[in-house]
T-cell receptor, first 112, second 116 residues
Framework: DQQVKQNSPSLSVQEGRISILNCDYT??????FLWYKKYPAEGPTFLIS?????DKNEDGRFTVFLNKSAKHLSLHIVPSQPGDSAVYFC???????????FGAGTILRVKS | NAGVMQNPRHLVRRRGQEARLRCSPM?????VYWYRQLPEEGLKFMVY????????ESGMPKERFSAEFPKEGPSILRIQQVVRGDSAAYFC??????????????FGQGTRLTVV
């Protein structure tokens, strides 16, 4: 039962352009959403999060958008840099929940 | 301030042996979470522990798997009588407060378990 889905296994973007990573969820009880970045042989690193009471959160080059009615969120990276090449995981948590539910990840490749 | 430390980084076990994975949380963190990542999949929650207590083990397989977080020392994830399907990357995370307070959980580098 995949409650968090990242339907694009990979994405390739030119340096300097925008990267858009998408995530869909099915559980309307999810209250808080996060994006993690993961390099090979390392653990996931927190990037940015958004609460369900907001529709946008921005942190430097990273912006997360949440569309609750569509149960969809996206991560925008502008401008993309080669160092952004990694696997990006979308995760969700229920209100008062103890666990994060992760998507399968999207491999982002930023070409220079 | 050292991050979350997991050891060993790589562990090879024969079928039927026991695997012990260790996790030392960040200093000041009393909340520990274990996740497993199978190939081509996302991380799956296994268990949440707070010092000496198992808070949520809803993701743990019913048999062969156990976890502890003693008063002193690291958290241990123990897998008895390992099978090939246990081969995965096991990640530990820690946080200073429960994550439902929107505090960040920091992940370790993981232990890659290979069962041969």
């Amino acid at each position: 039962d995949q409650q968090v889905k990242q339907n694009s296994p990979s994405l390739s973007v030119q340096e300097g352009r925008i990267s858009i990573l998408n995530c869909d969820y099915t559980n309307s009880m999810f209250d808080y959403f996060l994006w993690y970045k993961k390099y090979p042989a390392e653990g996931p690193t927190f990037l940015i999060s958004i609460s369900s009471i907001k529709d946008k959160n921005e942190d430097g080059r990273f912006t997360v958008f949440l569309n609750k009615s569509a149960k969809h969120l996206s991560l925008h990276i502008v401008p993309s840099q080669p160092g952004d090449s990694a696997v990006y995981f979308c995760a969700a948590r229920m209100e008062y929940g103890n666990k994060l539910v992760f998507g399968a990840g999207t491999i982002l490749r930023v070409k220079s | 301030n050292a991050g979350v430390m997991q050891n060993p980084r790589h562990l090879v076990r024969r079928r039927g042996q026991e695997a012990r994975l260790r996790c030392s949380p960040m200093k000041g963190h009393s909340h520990v979470y274990w996740y497993r990542q199978l190939p081509e999949e996302g991380l799956k929650f296994m268990v949440y522990l707070q010092k000496e207590n198992i808070i949520d083990e809803s993701g743990m397989p019913k048999e062969r798997f156990s976890a502890e977080f003693p008063k002193e020392g690291p958290s241990i994830l123990r897998i008895q009588q390992v099978v090939r399907g246990d081969s995965a990357a096991y990640f530990c995370a820690s946080s200073p407060l429960p994550i439902w307070l929107n505090t960040e959980a920091f992940f370790g580098q993981g232990t890659r378990l290979t069962v041969v």
